[in-house]
């Protein structure tokens, strides 16, 4: 019984990829028929629609979606089961999906997932960059890497580093505009709004245990951080972002740092996972070299 429904769940997972019943026959040396038939007891057994289907496609349900997530991390638990009683283990191997943010997994994860390839041939990674928290267990994501004050929960949390909030304008208009020295003097400067570095539609900026609130009131809002530095360096004027997002800018000069002194506190960085005993060897692989590489990272200082 629990052979049939592994097998069923093959046949679901290649229709779902393969967006089609013939093509996922094809793939699984299955006839159509048989396929299809497949899915169908499927869907009856879970008294679910899994598939909308057409003449031309197959496309997922929201509860196909979240099926196939579930059979994807089944499967692959079945799979490091049978290399663990083989003794291969230490060969990690499968599908590992790792989030982050659109910016954190562009600049900082994707080098190190590259490295990760290269390591484990047998090894595959699968990432959702998406600027919102993803639901570990409902959403069948591995590994998440998080920037801020995390609730306590079941997952398994390592902290790697932090990033700061920083104001940050190049030195031609610093040069013309001159360099605020106090939160009251931004009211005379022109300011880029990165929008999600602007919650509740201020600023909050510290020193000496005193908040100081400053309500941007800006001619240019944006909603990603590479728009927002690009326009700071074009001398547009003062924005706010994530330490390491301006990192090479800072590096080369291209832009400069202001009110260093009225930085807030750090935002942690963590590296969240399951707990230790519901991951797989491929995970932990995953998870201690991310740790490793982002700990040595000096923009996580």
Same mark, same amino acid.
């Given at each position: 019984?629990?052979?049939?429904?592994?097998?069923?769940?093959?046949?679901?997972?290649?229709?779902?990829?393969?967006?089609?019943?013939?093509?996922?026959?094809?793939?699984?040396?299955?006839?159509?028929?048989?396929?299809?038939?497949?899915?169908?007891?499927?869907?009856?057994?879970?008294?679910?629609?899994?598939?909308? =289907?057409?003449?031309?496609?197959?496309?997922?349900?929201? %509860?196909?979606?979240? $099926? @196939? *997530?579930?059979?994807? /991390?089944?499967? +692959?638990?079945?799979?490091?089961?049978?290399?663990?009683?083989?003794?291969?283990?230490?060969?990690?191997?499968?599908?590992?999906?790792?989030?982050?943010?659109?910016?954190?997994?562009?600049?900082?994860?994707?080098?190190?997932?590259?490295?990760?390839?290269?390591?484990?041939?047998?090894?595959?990674?699968?990432?959702?960059?998406?600027?919102?928290?993803?639901?570990?267990?409902?959403?069948?994501?591995?590994?998440?890497?998080?920037?801020?004050?995390?609730?306590?929960?079941?997952?398994?949390?390592? =902290?790697?580093?932090?990033?700061?909030?920083?104001?940050? %304008?190049?030195?031609? $208009? @610093? *040069?013309?505009?001159? /360099?605020?020295? +106090?939160?009251?003097?931004?009211?005379?400067?022109?300011?880029?709004?990165?929008?999600?570095?602007?919650?509740?539609?201020?600023?909050?900026?510290?020193?000496?245990?005193?908040?100081?609130?400053?309500?941007?009131?800006?001619?240019?809002?944006?909603?990603?951080?590479?728009?927002?530095?690009?326009?700071?360096?074009?001398?547009?004027?003062?924005?706010?972002?994530?330490?390491?997002?301006?990192?090479?800018?800072?590096?080369?000069?291209?832009?400069?740092?202001?009110?260093?002194?009225?930085?807030?506190?750090?935002?942690?960085?963590?590296?969240?996972?399951?707990?230790?005993?519901?991951?797989?060897?491929?995970?932990?692989?995953?998870?201690?070299?991310?740790?490793?590489?982002?700990?040595?990272?000096?923009?996580?200082?």
């Amino acid at each position: 019984m629990i052979m049939d429904r592994l097998r069923t769940m093959s046949v679901f997972i290649a229709v779902a990829e393969e967006t089609g019943f013939a093509s996922a026959a094809r793939r699984l040396n299955m006839s159509p028929p048989s396929v299809t038939r497949a899915v169908s007891e499927l869907e009856a057994r879970l008294g679910a629609r899994l598939l909308h =289907r057409t003449t031309r496609s197959v496309q997922l349900t929201e %509860a196909g979606r979240r $099926y @196939l *997530a579930d059979c994807r /991390r089944i499967l +692959s638990d079945v799979a490091e089961a049978d290399r663990n009683a083989a003794g291969i283990h230490a060969a990690p191997s499968g599908l590992v999906t790792v989030t982050g943010s659109v910016m954190f997994g562009r600049v900082m994860l994707t080098p190190i997932l590259l490295e990760l390839l290269d390591r484990y041939p047998e090894l595959s990674i699968s990432t959702l960059f998406v600027d919102r928290v993803v639901h570990l267990i409902d959403e069948g994501v591995d590994v998440a890497v998080r920037i801020a004050e995390l609730p306590d929960s079941s997952l398994t949390a390592i =902290r790697v580093g932090s990033v700061r909030r920083v104001l940050c %304008a190049s030195p031609d $208009y @610093l *040069a013309t505009h001159g /360099r605020p020295e +106090s939160p009251a003097e931004l009211k005379g400067h022109q300011i880029i709004d990165f929008v999600n570095m602007t919650p509740g539609g201020e600023w909050k900026l510290h020193k000496d245990s005193k908040t100081y609130r400053f309500r941007p009131s800006s001619r240019l809002l944006l909603n990603t951080a590479d728009a927002a530095i690009a326009a700071a360096v074009a001398d547009r004027g003062i924005t706010r972002v994530l330490s390491y997002m301006t990192a090479p800018q800072l590096a080369s000069g291209a832009l400069e740092i202001v009110l260093a002194g009225y930085e807030p506190p750090p935002v942690p960085v963590h590296v969240v996972h399951k707990e230790a005993g519901q991951t797989s060897g491929s995970v932990r692989a995953v998870v201690d070299h991310l740790v490793e590489r982002l700990r040595s990272n000096p923009a996580l200082a």
